[in-house]
């Protein structure tokens, strides 16, 4: 009897995978390879060591040095590349909350949502953005540096105050 119904069992499992029950399986594997890719993605982000975010970082670490040195091109060059990093780690940020809504829309067909429901809800954090020890970013430190230069010219405050006053009468 029992080897009856293991030969029954058997059948029926060939005939499904011969009727795409096999595709289901591996399509199955690929949305658990996804989920696992996306935690991953994303549990690196929180930790901050996903490569992007640790760019960012670094970027204006280096913009903050620079800001410190007399030479404005290299301040400038710093600061610019912070910036493109940052805008680099938004980039990704996006590109992984694209892939989150068609991983749900793909686990949704599948009925598989419940079971990654909890990947479903998730975001990633914020990249960084601002200067280490500063609340402003490194586009908004090189155009305060740029004032702050500008005061210490002898003279300036005059020349400003004349060139708002002939733009306000104009």
Known sequence: MQRAL??????????ACASGGGQAWS???ELERRAAELRTQRDLARKGSLIEYE???SGLESCRRALALADR???EAECHEAQRRIDACNRQRELWGQSLDRFALDSTAAGEAG??????????????????????GPVEALVEES??????????????????????AA
């Open 6 to 15: 293991a030969r029954l069992a058997l059948q029926l499992l060939v005939g």
């Open 27 to 29: 399509q199955t594997q």
């Open 55 to 57: 760019l960012a970082r």
């Open 73 to 75: 091109e290299l301040r």
């Open 115 to 136: 079971r990654h429901a909890t990947l479903l809800k998730s975001t990633l954090p914020e990249c960084p953005s601002s200067l280490p020890g500063r609340r402003e």
């Open 147 to 168: 004032r702050r230069e500008r005061r210490q010219i002898q003279g300036f405050s005059v020349c400003e105050s004349y060139l708002r006053a002939l733009l306000v």
